[in-house]
């Protein structure tokens, strides 16, 4: 969910925090102690804190609150540091750290009324402190000089406030002893620390950052937020766990928001190179980066150098990549390098050049005796300055280990400088830094041999390279108790699991590797120190290579456990399959204990969020085996509807019954929503009207209409020119105000795309659901269901970008070439966003918040038939609760003829003449429109308007066997109209009208009569039963529109209880045998009269190529009309509204006319419906009326009088 906040918003939000901080009795100098996870309430609290002159302490939130979570056990080790802090949560997960606290096993007594909820802290007004703080801040700190910042202010003056030695942070580490230390820093460390980072790496009020590593990171706080801050520029804080369950969303948000400046540690971009061949597939513009941090762990150069390769086709420049040099003790990184690129490195370079330190910070690298080596040599290195922390709170003894006599700050590095340019070359402390975390050698070593199974002295936690050298991973050397175990696969596997899981259970990690060696495998010195270096070295020359196979051995073994359970556990058994490159997994092994690492549990996340799973990365953690997970996500939903609480989609309580869909369930799906654009009909009223009416939708044209349309003169006078073309009236408008774009960006979007965003929009409307009210984070919904709405959608070949866009290009990106257009150039990515099919379905459900299923459908002129089948498929397997399908054509420009050429597929005068003899081809035009789908069960009993049911759908390819590609097969399409008929479960006599695919061709007519035949012969020899029709006789080929269109019509027919006419039909094709066919064509309205109840008709689609489509629909149920309670008010309320003085004009006058086609439609329903199934906008009108007349009455004196109106706007 995006949060969008100004400065002023955040800092108004801070000072209510802080009021509340100080009115539940929090004072200045107290600690503050940080539990919050969502980036938004995070950075409020902190300046909550800070405004209020507290010393905050962000600590990252455990998985749980639990013994046996290592994190959790270092919190409560901090709350008995900092004695008795505040404690600030948001959420739910008060009640269980309150319970931690409180537990029995707890060394520390703290006192639980210190633990405030952020959503509940006390009211109050905030202080005039803080008004005054507020209003006096500059808007960028950084307009001042830094010798201004760093020197002591006079006291009323903003900066004093800020930039003074007040202690205003605590960072907690890991501790060499087991035990968290706090790195204490002071206000003027951060802003010194803020002010070097927007200075050396040129961070301005255009820039627009981006982090996702988490907030109680040294870097992400300072780097990334306090210097945003103080220049004033933009900032994307994303939540860290969303990054890591696909880390190519990094890069999708550094193009899609054009971020100048991010960062991350070199295992990120090891996880990106990881995803080259997905990486290969994308189409970023990744030209706007200007600085890509990388630091907070070993930077290695062959990493950086795979990522600059692999993505300089999508516009990142060669020297990006910043390496940097930091730690919590120097408020973040204190040294960047700006000359890192593939020309000036190699991936062969074992130490990678981090650069020079920032304004007010000095380096010095020293021997053992802490004399100053010369200039390139490697010795200790040690740091000075105003981003140096005072030291660690409250351990005087770290202190004095910490710094030297003179005021150096000991890092525990190992250094070089030349010509004042850094390279770090190691660590003089047995220190790992694995993806940003410290962790101690002997800290690990010790927790393994708790262990009775593994021998004590022998052994060894190293950090190691993976086989690509692109990152530090952790390998843990051990010799089992047992000699026997290094040989026996299965106590092998063991012993390692055992391993994994003592390591997991203490320090919140699992080793890459655990291998059991020989006693003599483990270097030692004459003293008997075991040598990790020299174990690292091997690992890395391949020594333990063997080994290595040999423990993949014994996990591959299959387990002497049962095999999957359920569909459930195969499904889970596969994803980890995948993951862990493991086949042999027991039901029972815990996901740790196989190898599985945090980042790759983050991937078994996302495959089940891919799959519709509502499961979180804590949930994982709590149920790491596949039998567990199994069961806790079969468990049906916890939440339940409050009783009057309107729902959505009734099938959201039945999201686990639809998982384990039994056979015996109903595959009736309800049609309860249309919209559409055709020819002659912007409404599926008008295009009634116009069925019922025998009108034919063409446009035909005069010659200087041609002309101004562009064509050439010549093809104009050509004889055989067809001047005429099935157009939409107003297609180049488009409310761009009501879907938040600018002119500009309306210009340069496909038309399709602005037609598909009206249509979807109506549909909903028409359907009686606002998606906004009902979505799936939130809305309506009772906590814990998830609603979603799908979309399932195609659309033509865009003539617009062809004839439009492309020849303007220019004015895109002034430096785009005038001859070939890339997608790594700024023109032709703004192309491709805007008109690029891939883009159809996404931008409509990114505007209307549809959260289910969004998938582009292309089958050619079967597109929009296929796309009502996928979404019907969706429905069905609850991949979602609510779908809209459909399709969209636009030719562009619109006022243009075909050149029409004998045995081609285009009709010679315009007219297309469906299954009649004098039929010579079609003619193609422009048409858009959408269905909205939803089970009937839950339709029926949300009292949903319901116009037909969809019984049964197939789709299926003609494949080879036809005489060439763009040919029809009979066989293939009777195959499909078999399928369908056999899934509807209904007989083919039951059908009485089939508006057929009826493209009018000599040739393709009667191959679909003969397809049609086939196919109905399986079930019937009854005679000319069935009413045939194609309403491209009215409408034209409308292309991918030409099935939804189809669709459509079949639908007002069985709603209207109608046949309309197929136009133009005199005398049968004479290569159809119609007289031995179940079939007729309908050439004149009427009734739709049939013994055969309920009224049944079907829906054909072809497509070229060979993919064909087949829909049954029957006519909607009969229902009982519930007795409302409301119905016998004498006054109802109507509330209309709409984002413009003019839209709510126009949305009166529909009414109006609604009014008058209806006059006998329930008044009380039809209020129901616009007041709770529309979107409220700002121009509103209401009004009380006692009837259908009623209410047009005064709707219409209301439109003819609008100055005397009671609309209001707000």
């Known amino acids: 969910?995006?949060?969008?906040?100004?400065?002023?918003?955040?800092?108004?939000?801070?000072?209510?925090?802080?009021?509340?901080?100080?009115?539940?009795?929090?004072?200045?100098?107290?600690?503050?102690?940080?539990?919050?996870?969502?980036?938004?309430?995070?950075?409020?609290?902190?300046?909550?804190?800070?405004?209020?002159?507290?010393?905050?302490?962000?600590?990252?939130?455990?998985?749980?609150?639990?013994?046996?979570?290592?994190?959790?056990?270092?919190?409560?080790?901090?709350?008995?540091?900092?004695?008795?802090?505040?404690?600030?949560?948001?959420?739910?997960?008060?009640?269980?750290?309150?319970?931690?606290?409180?537990?029995?096993?707890?060394?520390?007594?703290?006192?639980?009324?210190?633990?405030?909820?952020?959503?509940?802290?006390?009211?109050?007004?905030?202080?005039?402190?803080?008004?005054?703080?507020?209003?006096?801040?500059?808007?960028?700190?950084?307009?001042?000089?830094?010798?201004?910042?760093?020197?002591?202010?006079?006291?009323?003056?903003?900066?004093?406030?800020?930039?003074?030695?007040?202690?205003?942070?605590?960072?907690?580490?890991?501790?060499?002893?087991?035990?968290?230390?706090?790195?204490?820093?002071?206000?003027?460390?951060?802003?010194?620390?803020?002010?070097?980072?927007?200075?050396?790496?040129?961070?301005?009020?255009?820039?627009?950052?981006?982090?996702?590593?988490?907030?109680?990171?040294?870097?992400?706080?300072?780097?990334?937020?306090?210097?945003?801050?103080?220049?004033?520029?933009?900032?994307?804080?994303?939540?860290?766990?969303?990054?890591?369950?696909?880390?190519?969303?990094?890069?999708?948000?550094?193009d899609r928001h054009r971020v100048t400046t991010t960062w991350a540690p070199n295992f990120a971009y090891g996880l990106i190179c990881d995803r080259a061949e997905e990486v290969a597939q994308q189409r970023w513009d990744l030209s706007c980066l200007d600085w890509m941090g990388n630091g907070a762990e070993a930077v290695v150069a062959k990493?950086?150098?795979?990522?600059?390769?692999?993505?300089?086709?999508?516009?990142?420049?060669?020297?990006?990549?910043?390496?940097?040099?930091?730690?919590?003790?120097?408020?973040?990184?204190?040294?960047?390098?700006?000359?890192?690129?593939?020309?000036?490195?190699?991936?062969?370079?074992?130490?990678?050049?981090?650069?020079?330190?920032?304004?007010?910070?000095?380096?010095?690298?020293?021997?053992?005796?802490?004399?100053?080596v010369p200039a390139g040599a490697i010795g200790s290195l040690q740091v000075r300055g105003l981003t140096i922390t005072p030291g660690y709170y409250g351990r005087p003894d770290l202190n004095a280990e910490a710094f030297t006599p003179d005021g150096w700050l000991?890092?525990?590095?190992?250094?070089?400088?030349?010509?004042?340019r850094l390279t770090i070359t190691g660590r003089q402390k047995d220190l790992i830094i694995l993806n940003g975390a410290n962790l101690y050698s002997h800290e690990i070593e010790a927790i393994v041999e708790e262990l009775p199974s593994v021998e004590v002295s022998y052994t060894a936690a190293c950090a190691v390279r993976r086989d690509d050298g692109t990152s530090d991973r952790l390998a843990i050397f051990l010799h089992p108790a047992r000699d026997q175990e290094l040989d026996n696969l299965a106590n092998l596997k063991d012993l390692v699991k055992a391993v994994r899981r003592q390591v997991m259970s203490r320090l919140g990690i699992s080793p890459e590797y655990v291998i059991p060696v020989p006693r003599g495998a483990i270097p030692k010195t004459a003293l008997g120190k075991i040598q990790r270096s020299e174990l690292s070295r091997r690992f890395q020359a391949g020594e333990f290579d063997d080994r290595l196979q040999t423990i993949a051995d014994a996990f591959q073994q299959s387990p002497a456990a049962a095999p999957p359970r359920s569909q459930l556990e195969r499904s889970l058994l596969e994803i980890w399959q995948a993951v862990l490159g493991l086949t042999a997994i027991a039901p029972d092994e815990p996901f740790f204990e196989l190898g599985g690492s945090s980042l790759q549990l983050m991937q078994v996340l996302n495959q089940l969020h891919q799959q519709g799973y509502t499961v979180s990365a804590v949930d994982l953690f709590q149920h790491s085996t596949i039998a567990s997970l199994a069961q806790f996500l079969a468990q049906p939903p916890a939440a339940a509807v409050q009783p009057g609480q309107r729902r959505f989609p009734q099938g959201s309580l039945r999201e686990s019954q639809r998982r384990q869909?039994?056979?015996?369930?109903?595959?009736?799906?309800?049609?309860?929503?249309?919209?559409?654009?055709?020819?002659?009909?912007a409404s599926p009223a008008e295009f009634w009207q116009n069925l019922q009416n025998g009108v034919e939708s063409i446009t035909f044209f005069d010659d200087a209409e041609i002309l101004a349309a562009g064509v050439d003169p010549d093809l104009v006078r050509h004889p055989n020119y067809v001047k005429a073309s099935p157009i939409l009236e107003d297609v180049a408008q488009f409310d761009a105000d009501f879907f938040g774009y600018t002119p500009r960006e309306a210009e340069l979007l496909d038309p399709q795309q602005r037609l598909m965003l009206e249509c979807a929009w109506e549909s909903l409307e028409d359907a009686g659901y606002d998606p906004f009210a009902y979505a799936a984070d939130g809305g309506a919904i009772p906590a814990g269901i998830t609603s979603r709405i799908a979309l399932y959608a195609g659309a033509s070949m865009n003539s617009y970008l062809l004839n439009h866009v492309y020849p303007n290009r220019h004015r895109l990106d002034a430096n785009d070439s005038l001859d070939v257009v890339t997608l790594s150039s700024m023109g032709g990515f703004q192309m491709a966003i805007a008109n690029d099919k891939d883009y159809l379905t996404t931008r409509v459900s990114y505007k209307l918040n549809l959260t289910g299923p969004s998938v582009n459908v292309q089958t050619a002129c079967s597109t929009s038939l296929v796309a009502v089948h996928l979404a019907c498929q969706s429905l069905l397997q609850g991949e979602c609760d609510l779908a809209l399908a459909g399709?969209?054509?636009?030719?562009?420009?619109?006022?243009?003829?075909?050149?029409?050429?004998?045995?081609?597929?285009?009709?010679?005068?315009?007219?297309?003449?469906?299954?009649?003899?004098?039929?010579?081809?079609?003619?193609?035009?422009?048409?858009?429109?959408?269905?909205?789908?939803?089970?009937?069960?839950?339709?029926?009993?949300?009292?949903?308007?319901?116009?037909?049911?969809?019984?049964?759908?197939?789709?299926?390819?003609?494949?080879?066997?036809?005489?060439?590609?763009?040919?029809?097969?009979?066989?293939?399409?009777?195959?499909?109209?078999?399928?369908?008929?056999?899934?509807?479960?209904?007989?083919?006599?039951?059908?009485?009208?089939?508006?057929?695919?009826?493209?009018?061709?000599?040739?393709?007519?009667?191959?679909?009569?003969?397809?049609?035949?086939?196919?109905?012969?399986?079930?019937?020899?009854?005679?000319?039963?069935?009413?045939?029709?194609?309403?491209?006789?009215?409408?034209?080929?409308?292309?991918?529109?030409?099935?939804?269109?189809?669709?459509?019509?079949?639908?007002?027919?069985?709603?209207?209880?109608?046949?309309?006419?197929?136009?133009?039909?005199?005398?049968?094709?004479?290569?159809?045998?119609?007289?031995?066919?179940?079939?007729?064509?309908?050439?004149?309205?009427?009734?739709?009269?049939?013994?055969?109840?309920?009224?049944?008709?079907?829906?054909?689609?072809?497509?070229?190529?060979?993919?064909?489509?087949?829909?049954?629909?029957?006519?909607?149920?009969?229902?009982?009309?519930?007795?409302?309670?409301?119905?016998?008010?004498?006054?109802?309320?109507?509330?209309?509204?709409?984002?413009?003085?003019?839209?709510?004009?126009?949305?009166?006058?529909?009414?109006?006319?609604?009014?008058?086609?209806?006059?006998?439609?329930?008044?009380?329903?039809?209020?129901?419906?616009?007041?709770?199934?529309?979107?409220?906008?700002?121009?509103?009108?209401?009004?009380?009326?006692?009837?259908?007349?009623?209410?047009q009455a005064q709707l219409q004196t209301w439109l003819n009088s609008p100055t005397v109106a009671t609309a209001a706007s707000r």
């Open 410 to 420: 000991i890092t525990g590095d190992l250094a070089r400088l030349q010509q004042g």
């Open 1 to 254: 969910m995006e949060c969008r906040q100004s400065y002023r918003q955040l800092a108004r939000q801070a000072q209510q925090i802080a009021a509340g901080l100080w009115a539940a009795g929090a004072r200045a100098g107290d600690r503050l102690v940080l539990q919050i996870s969502e980036p938004d309430n995070f950075l409020a609290a902190i300046w909550a804190g800070w405004l209020g002159e507290l010393v905050v302490v962000p600590i990252a939130v455990p998985p749980a609150y639990a013994t046996t979570q290592s994190k959790a056990l270092q919190l409560r080790a901090i709350l008995g540091q900092l004695d008795q802090p505040w404690v600030l949560v948001s959420g739910a997960i008060e009640t269980a750290l309150r319970e931690f606290c409180l537990g029995s096993e707890s060394d520390i007594q703290y006192d639980v009324n210190r633990l405030l909820n952020l959503h509940t802290l006390p009211a109050s007004q905030p202080d005039p402190f803080f008004e005054n703080l507020l209003e006096n801040s500059p808007e960028s700190l950084l307009e001042n000089s830094p010798e201004s910042l760093l020197k002591n202010s006079p006291e009323n003056s903003p900066e004093a406030a800020l930039a003074t030695d007040r202690l205003a942070l605590i960072l907690f580490t890991s501790g060499s002893t087991g035990q968290p230390k706090g790195v204490m820093l002071t206000e003027r460390n951060l802003l010194v620390s803020a002010y070097g980072m927007a200075t050396v790496n040129r961070i301005t009020q255009r820039s627009l950052s981006l982090n996702w590593m988490p907030l109680e990171h040294v870097a992400s706080l300072v780097m990334f937020h306090l210097t945003q801050v103080f220049v004033g520029c933009s900032q994307l804080q994303v939540n860290n766990d969303y990054i890591l369950q696909d880390p190519l969303r990094w890069l999708d948000l550094c």
């Open 887 to 1191: 399709g969209v054509s636009v030719e562009t420009p619109q006022r243009a003829g075909h050149l029409y050429q004998e045995g081609m597929i285009l009709s010679p005068d315009g007219h297309c003449r469906a299954f009649d003899a004098q039929a010579r081809g079609t003619i193609f035009g422009s048409g858009a429109g959408v269905v909205v789908l939803k089970r009937l069960s839950e339709a029926i009993a949300d009292g949903d308007q319901i116009y037909a049911v969809v019984k049964g759908s197939a789709i299926g390819n003609d494949g080879s066997q036809k005489v060439g590609y763009l040919a029809p097969r009979a066989a293939g399409q009777a195959a499909v109209i078999s399928q369908a008929l056999a899934v509807a479960g209904v007989e083919p006599d039951s059908i009485t009208y089939v508006e057929a695919h009826g493209t009018g061709t000599e040739l393709g007519d009667p191959i679909e009569v003969a397809a049609l035949t086939q196919a109905f012969r399986s079930g019937t020899h009854r005679q000319q039963f069935c009413a045939l029709g194609s309403v491209k006789t009215n409408v034209g080929h409308l292309n991918v529109a030409s099935g939804i269109v189809g669709l459509i019509k079949a639908v007002l027919c069985l709603h209207h209880r109608k046949l309309p006419p197929s136009l133009h039909f005199e005398t049968p094709n004479p290569q159809i045998d119609f007289a031995n066919s179940p079939f007729f064509v309908n050439s004149t309205l009427r009734d739709w009269e049939t013994d055969r109840l309920p009224r049944r008709a079907s829906v054909n689609s072809l497509g070229i190529g060979g993919t064909n489509a087949h829909v049954v629909l029957e006519a909607a149920p009969q229902q009982p009309r519930p007795l409302s309670p409301i119905a016998d008010r004498p006054l109802h309320l109507l509330t209309l509204s709409a984002k413009t003085p003019a839209a709510l004009q126009a949305l009166a006058r529909r009414y109006v006319q609604f009014c008058t086609d209806h006059p006998d439609a329930p008044f009380a329903d039809v209020c129901f419906t616009a007041n709770s199934g529309r979107s409220p906008f700002a121009h509103r009108l209401a009004i009380a009326a006692a009837s259908i007349a009623d209410a």
């Open 303 to 372: 990493t950086t150098r795979s990522f600059l390769a692999l993505l300089a086709p999508c516009g990142l420049r060669n020297g990006v990549v910043s390496p940097g040099y930091g730690m919590s003790e120097t408020t973040s990184g204190i040294v960047h390098s700006h000359e890192f690129s593939r020309d000036t490195t190699s991936d062969e370079d074992t130490f990678v050049d981090v650069g020079r330190p920032i304004p007010g910070v000095s380096l010095r690298i020293v021997d053992e005796q802490q004399q100053v």
């Open 661 to 681: 869909k039994n056979s015996g369930q109903s595959n009736d799906i309800a049609v309860i929503g249309l919209a559409c654009r055709f020819p002659g009909a």
